[in-house]
């Protein structure tokens, strides 16, 4: 990635000096909070039980922990956390979980605005044994996100898709889609350490970057999405993918056929599948406690409204997440990408975030970014920019009965721009979500 300026970068660590003093002072409250939180079996911690893992099922696509499984194909560590609510019916294993989030937005400065809106994410599965050890499974998730508004919510320094067909979204977060899977996976198991897999999705997720943010541990308890989504997951919802991927014991390699264009305003539709574009991920989870991939994908004119530009994509990224307690546990995310465009510099983006449960009922989380975009000049596509965010936030989550909870909580942002920029946004600009969750897992 190019250097930023050096006004920009001595910004950027002043600001992250302060915010570490109050990263340390939210902590030391946290930890005086109360801890008697009762805990469903399906919650239970790895360091507490160290053979839980290999206790918790087959997952999808090989003979290895459930919980290894994110978002479309992906991989997390196997000992992020496994919710949800669980039955059987006949030979079938069910699951369900669902989040909503109530948000109220306010982005400071000419460019911010504020907006309330809900969010969320309602998923279902459905999976069963064939067999000596073949897996069939099928997903469905849904998003509250349209009725938010073809706009989506304020967030600077964001940019990606269109509200109208004509003008890109610029500075805010555009709604996804009604649907945001529906895939059908079929594995078939060699021996206890090789098989192999199919993957169909309309929607589905290509196999390219680490599980979607909203699936990423170290992230799901934000309700503000990544200024780098576009670089690192932006593709979560295709319509139109069809994986292929071998599994030997920690390591995983797949390519995916999907259609490029990333989805257009219609939110509550099922767009035609064409699988013009690939990608191939090669992911390893060396150990219980870490998932790395790598990622390229070529993808082919992935924006409505320069139809005739292609892109590739790289991605790298490496998630740890380790329980320290029962029902206590920290997860970061490290992660860089590019995007490349013919005739056009490489922009690159870095991302960084990191989940703390202190207690059962709190949870800090904090996120920092930088990334090189021309879409927030005054004419798309030059000059290149270097900006970034650091965002802090806290959670805290009362269980007024099994399976259900209910939180509240705050994220503070502030933005860092170029003296380019300086004029138009009124300097770095802060932000604040205040938000309440309700959980059903």
């Known amino acids: 990635m190019n250097r930023m300026t050096p006004r920009l970068s001595e910004r950027l660590l002043a600001r992250a000096s302060a915010r570490c003093s109050l990263v340390a002072a939210?902590?030391?409250?946290?930890?005086?909070?109360?801890?008697?939180?009762?805990?469903?079996?399906?919650?239970?911690?790895?360091?507490?039980?160290?053979?839980?893992?290999?206790?918790?099922?087959?997952?999808?696509?090989?003979?290895?922990?459930?919980?290894?499984?994110?978002?479309?194909?992906?991989?997390?560590?196997d000992a992020s956390e496994h919710g949800g609510l669980h039955a059987m019916k006949a030979e079938w294993m069910l699951m369900g979980h669902a989040l909503v989030n109530g948000v109220y937005d306010w982005q400071e400065g000419p460019r911010g605005a504020e907006k309330a809106f809900a969010s969320g994410m309602g998923m279902g599965m459905a999976r069963r044994e064939i067999g000596d050890g073949d897996v069939l499974a099928f997903r469905a998730m849904l998003s509250p996100d349209p009725f938010m508004g073809k706009r989506g919510y304020p967030l600077l320094l964001a940019a990606g898709e269109t509200a109208d067909g004509v003008t890109p979204l610029v500075d805010r977060q555009h709604p996804h889609d009604?649907?945001?899977?529906?895939?059908?996976?079929?594995?078939?198991?060699?021996?206890?350490?090789?098989?192999?897999f199919l993957y169909f999705g309309l929607p589905g997720e290509p196999a390219f970057g680490p599980p979607a943010f909203m699936h990423r541990q170290s992230a799901l308890d934000s309700p503000e999405a990544p200024i780098t989504h576009h670089w690192f997951d932006g593709a979560h919802i295709t319509f139109g993918v069809l994986t292929a991927?071998?599994?030997?014991?920690?390591?995983?390699?797949?390519?995916?056929?999907?259609?490029?264009?990333?989805?257009d305003q219609h939110r509550y539709d099922i767009e035609s599948p064409k699988l013009d574009s690939i990608a191939v991920r090669a992911s390893w989870n060396p150990g219980e406690h870490l998932a790395l991939q790598a990622s390229w994908a070529n993808i082919e004119s992935p924006e409505q409204l320069e139809p005739d530009e292609d892109e590739q994509r790289w991605s790298l990224s490496g998630a740890y997440t380790r329980p320290f307690a029962r029902q206590r546990w920290w997860s970061l995310t490290l992660g860089a990408a590019r995007k490349d465009r013919s005739g056009a510099k490489s922009l690159d983006a870095a991302l960084a975030e990191i989940a703390i449960r202190a207690t059962p009922r709190w949870t800090v989380f904090a996120r920092g970014e930088a990334l090189e975009t021309g879409e927030l000049g005054p004419t798309p596509g030059a000059p290149i920019e270097d900006v970034g965010k650091i965002s802090l936030g806290a959670l805290h989550d009362f269980t007024p009965r099994e399976h259900l909870r209910l939180g509240i909580g705050l994220v503070y942002a502030r933005d860092f721009v170029p003296g380019s920029l300086e004029g138009s946004y009124g300097g770095d600009p802060q932000a604040v979500m205040a938000f309440v969750r309700l959980a059903v897992d």
């Open 245 to 263: 991927g071998w599994v030997h014991d920690r390591i995983k390699l797949e390519v995916s056929g999907f259609r490029g264009r990333e989805p």
């Open 26 to 77: 939210v902590v030391s409250l946290m930890a005086l909070a109360p801890a008697a939180w009762a805990q469903a079996p399906e919650h239970a911690d790895h360091e507490e039980n160290p053979d839980q893992a290999s206790d918790m099922g087959t997952g999808i696509f090989g003979d290895y922990p459930t919980s290894r499984d994110a978002s479309g194909t992906s991989w997390q560590p």
């Open 178 to 196: 009604f649907f945001m899977e529906l895939s059908g996976a079929y594995s078939h198991r060699f021996s206890e350490r090789d098989s192999a």
